[in-house]
């Protein structure tokens, strides 16, 4: 399926199970014409309300398609949530997406605040989750060092990649991304890191040495605050003391 192919599918997909839609958009990686063969649909349906705000997955027409279905309402209040997060999850499908469905300007509408949302960046990291994240890297990038056995240095290499690349671009203020879209991220807000953190990163899941991704890490560190390990002090919070539900 092409890029026009995909459109035209999520029309469809669109007129045949949304037929109340007010708006609606393409993203993902068909919107942005890098589709493969195995691509999903994503598509985001704004309804008039009531309608039940749900992610659902369908199949169609030989596709899976994921769909995002909210009222103009809940969708402003994922912009907020995506801020909070740090990742613009809703707010790039609908700031980067396809207009497939626009009922008196609805998706553009939408489509504006999205990209003041993404335009704004995410919501600063409080100065006790940026020493969380610092401590976090530390304690992870002490680990990698001392790890002898192969497979427990590669398990402490890839909870460190995410932490260590959400420490970078949340100390800088700049949108983080999770999966694929972590590399993605990194070459976009820390050009002049990502390569050697990203390489150091591969060499080490390769079986070659953890050196060059230490070093790494050591400067995002240098460039975050600097290590963290004494002093560290976190209150247990009362939902966690209450037990689980």
């Given at each position: ?16 199970l ?14 942005r ?45 994922m ?12 707010a ?47 304690d ?30 949340g ?13 993605r ?36 560190l240098?460039r ?22």
């Amino acid at each position: 399926m092409n890029g026009m192919d995909a459109i035209e599918s999520a029309r469809a997909l669109v007129r045949e199970l949304f037929p109340e839609a007010v708006a609606a958009f393409l993203g993902g990686s068909l919107a942005r014409g890098r589709g493969t063969a195995s691509s999903d649909l994503d598509v985001v349906v704004i309804c008039r309300a009531p309608v039940e705000v749900r992610r659902e997955n369908v199949g169609w027409q030989g596709r899976p398609a994921e769909l995002f279905v909210h009222t103009a309402e809940s969708v402003r209040t994922m912009f907020a949530w995506d801020r909070a997060a740090g990742v613009p999850t809703m707010a790039s499908l609908c700031a980067e997406g396809l207009v497939l469905v626009s009922v008196d300007g609805c998706a553009e509408q939408v489509a504006e605040d999205a990209r003041r949302t993404v335009t704004a960046g995410p919501a600063p990291l409080s100065p006790a989750a940026l020493d969380a994240l610092r401590y976090q890297v530390t304690d992870l990038l002490d680990d990698l060092l001392d790890a002898r056995d192969p497979d427990e240095r590669l398990a402490v290499a890839a909870v460190l990649h995410q932490q260590a690349a959400e420490l970078l671009l949340g100390a800088a203020g700049i949108w983080r991304g999770k999966g694929k879209w972590l590399a993605r991220a990194l070459r976009a807000g820390a050009p002049d890191l990502a390569d050697a953190y990203l390489t150091g990163y591969r060499t080490l899941a390769a079986g070659g040495p953890a050196a060059p991704f230490a070093d790494a890490v050591a400067a995002v560190l240098a460039r975050s605050g600097g290590p963290l390990r004494e002093g560290d002090r976190r209150a247990a919070p009362p939902a966690l003391l209450a037990g689980p539900v």
